[in-house]
């Protein structure tokens, strides 16, 4: 199937090679169907790049929920070192978190609890305020 845009440049050069009297009411109907249709054509286009972004992130996430499902359904496949997290209580209202360990280690100075929206200091491991003492590596 050829190119809408090519499509629509191949319109053009048939009505230029036509030599229509511009002073016809007929020849600015004609450009102005043309000039929509390039619209068109150019949105169409635009709409496709987009889709063909959606998928991409649709089939990331297809990937990741497989992964998940794998962990929660398949008994006994996965170790629990497979995964680098740790777990924090929040003080608000009791609620288990279980963090990603890189987020830990990101220099965030607070997180939002999931269960009552709160925000939780996180404090380094070591005592101190975010930062490790070189001589504790």
């Given at each position: 199937?050829?190119?809408?845009?090519?499509k629509v440049a191949?319109?053009?050069?048939?009505?230029?090679?036509?030599?229509?009297?511009?002073?016809k009411p007929e020849a600015k109907l004609l450009n102005k169907i043309?000039?929509?249709?390039?619209?068109?054509?150019?949105?169409?286009?635009?709409?496709?790049?987009?889709e063909d972004e959606l998928q991409a992130q649709i089939d990331e996430i297809d990937e990741d929920l497989s992964f998940v499902e794998e962990f929660l359904f398949d008994e006994g496949d996965w170790d629990e070192d497979d995964f680098d997290c740790e777990d924090i209580e929040c003080p608000n209202c009791g609620e288990l978190i279980y963090l990603d360990a890189d987020l830990l280690e990101d220099d965030e100075e607070s997180i939002v609890c999931p269960s009552c929206g709160?925000?939780?200091?996180?404090?380094?491991?070591?005592?101190?305020?975010?930062c490790m003492d070189e001589d504790q590596e």
């Open positions: 199937m050829e190119n809408l845009a090519e191949y319109l053009k050069g048939l009505q230029e090679g036509l030599s229509i009297d511009e002073s043309i000039e929509v249709l390039d619209d068109m054509a150019s949105e169409v286009l635009a709409i496709i790049d987009t709160e925000h939780i200091e996180l404090e380094c491991e070591y005592g101190c305020d975010g």
